[in-house]
């Protein structure tokens, strides 16, 4: 059995080969969202938000209805449906006429031991997708993750903002100066770790900044 169809059977039988929405019969290229409901996603309201320091944050869809999914990605390995998931992000962005804009695109770097014990960086599965959508190319490598923070998810907002004070360096600001970069994450909660990687590019010469993420908890920022 090809290792396809072995990844597909092994779905079929954990979630009953039904869409995880709205459960109907999911087709052989379906990861936990069936074709419509994942272009759903993308079609859905768009949520734009501004802050003082990033330009936007636009979300795919709230965290609660992705949080499965994103589970599935980071801990189970789910490449195929973050890539996915990557490309109905950026078909939402294609909405947005300032995207066209924009130079890069940049996933939030793991700590190399993070990466490590995962196996993969689930940002970058997302920026592919993204990429393959947009034609914006993805910087692997101009910003690393120096040092490995503990996870974000218990901590309050201040815990979070100290926690990743200092965690990352800018490795080739040359590729930063005059660019336009959209940041791209799994979730953004409190936006500690954008936030963070803004300051560092902007100290680096870069000219505007934006963040699109798979999850955002709602009734953030303007419904377009």
Known sequence: MRINNLFHSLLSFLFDNRCSVCGEELEQDDVLFCKGCLEA??????????????????????FDD????????????????????????????????FLREFDILLPVPLHKTRKRERGFNQSLIISEGVSK?????????????????????????????????GAFSVKAPDKITGKNIVIVDDVVTTGSTTKEITRMLKDAGARRVGVACIGRPKNKGEIL
């Open 133 to 165: 959508t947009l034609g914006i190319p993805v910087a692997k490598e101009i910003v690393i993750r120096v040092k490995n923070t503990r996870s974000q998810t218990q901590l309050s907002e201040e815990e979070r903002g100290k926690n990743v004070n």
């Open 66 to 97: 992705v949080r499965e999914a994103i589970h599935f990605l980071k801990y189970s390995g789910w490449k195929r449906l973050g890539r996915k998931l990557g490309v109905a992000l950026g078909e939402k962005l294609s909405r947005v006429d």
């Open 41 to 62: 996603l993308a079609r859905n309201n768009l949520q734009l938000e501004q802050t003082d320091e990033l330009e936007f944050i636009i979300p795919l869809a709230p």
